[in-house]
């Protein structure tokens, strides 16, 4: 019931998961848990490792290929999990390069619905984000931010952040250790984890998994509903199977 209301996925939706600390397993949970009523799309408008799990061996890479083709109602596309990638190609670090706008317009009227990771974050827990960040594309529907409760306490440098310059200017902090105040800014600040968002915007809380970081995901939750109420805000954990509002 609580993943039914985190989303309210219905057929068309588009969603670009954005963020640090989850966001690859937030996209690989929803796709599994939708694929058995939609057609799924799983993609991206950045960089995503290539699937290694079952439910993704169908992956398609447009490179050398005309994509109109690829996406003709003709195309003898064979879904055998009701999941598919798509992508340009895989470069040298096993990393699927993912679409354009143009490429996504095609694409996405294929499929019931569509999970786009629009950010890269080097497998850090926080990151800033420079000009171009997140890729959130057009179409989007729901924009989902991702925050890692975890983060909370560790020190500020370049082996915790991706970005660094960047985050220390969205969170008004050049050194010291993150609090929860550090975690507000980067979900509200204008250049922050919500800076293109598209259509709805959900912020989930991850790696909530004991009475500790419950407590400090509520507190974090009330300190960002007095400043914004148009955000909705869940929070639990994506590796144990805990969704909370």
């Excluded at 960089?47 to 003898?76: M, R, V």
């Excluded at 317009?105 to 960040?133: A, Q």
């Excluded at 109420?229 to 929070?235: A, G, K, Q």
């Amino acid at each position: 019931m609580i993943l039914g209301k985190m989303l309210d996925i219905k057929k068309g939706e588009i969603i670009t998961v954005v963020g640090a600390g989850g966001k690859t397993s937030f996209i690989n949970y929803f796709a599994k848990y939708y694929k058995d009523k939609f057609k799924v799309l799983l993609t991206t408008t950045t960089k995503i490792y290539a699937p290694t799990d079952e439910c993704y061996k169908d992956i398609y890479l447009t490179d050398n290929k005309n994509l109109l083709d690829i996406c003709s109602t003709n195309s003898p596309i064979h879904v055998s999990n009701n999941i598919v990638v798509y992508g340009k190609r895989i470069n040298e670090e096993n990393k699927i390069i993912g679409l354009d706008f143009k490429e996504l317009d095609l694409i996405t009227p294929r499929f019931d619905i569509t999970f786009i990771e629009g950010d890269g974050s080097k497998r850090k827990k926080l990151k800033g984000w420079n000009k171009l960040e997140p890729v959130v594309y057009t179409n989007t529907t729901q924009t989902i931010g991702i925050i890692d409760i975890t983060s909370l306490g560790m020190d500020i440098n370049e082996e915790n952040i991706h970005r660094l310059n960047e985050f220390k200017k969205i969170t008004y902090k050049s050194e010291g250790i993150i609090n929860i105040f550090d975690i507000k800014n980067i979900v509200l600040n204008p250049n922050g984890l919500f800076k293109y968002a598209k259509g709805k915007k959900i912020l989930f809380i991850n790696k909530v998994e004991n009475i500790y970081y419950e407590d400090l995901a509520k507190k974090l939750i009330d300190i960002i509903k007095n400043e914004n109420i148009d955000i909705s805000i869940f929070y639990g954990s994506i590796k144990e199977n805990i969704f909370k509002y």
